[in-house]
């Protein structure tokens, strides 16, 4: 199961981009995860097993959490979220503002 390892980050990114992409806005992971369920990802995925991912975006520094409520919680962003193509692996990333300029494709990493 490789390829949610890859696929899920960059998904998530993308629904940031296209959803919710105000640093005014707030949003939830519970949302995110529900877009993602109706995209073609593994059913049987939990909201436990992409909550590794919104740490990442949290720490990497284009999210922020602003409440928490049992599993559920509340995020905004630092800045708005752009889209670039990485001439590296091909893919359309998103990256925020603030965020270092470098693919975060876990299997490319190149510079943007």
Do not use: W
């Not at 005014?24 to 993602?36: A, K, S, W």
């Amino acid at each position: 199961m490789a390829a949610p390892s890859v696929l899920l980050p960059l998904q998530i990114r993308k629904i940031i981009f296209e959803k919710f992409n105000d640093p005014n806005l707030r949003f939830t992971n519970d949302e995110i995860f529900e877009i993602l369920q109706s995209s073609e990802i593994d059913k049987s995925l939990t909201i436990d097993d992409v909550e590794q991912y919104f740490n990442q975006l949290r720490d990497g520094g284009l999210i922020r959490q602003i409440a928490q409520n049992f599993t559920t919680n509340h995020y905004k962003l630092f800045d708005i979220v752009e889209k670039f193509k990485c001439n590296s692996c091909n893919q359309e990333i998103y990256l925020g503002k603030m965020e270092p300029r470098v693919c975060p494709n876990s299997e490319c990493k190149a510079t943007i």
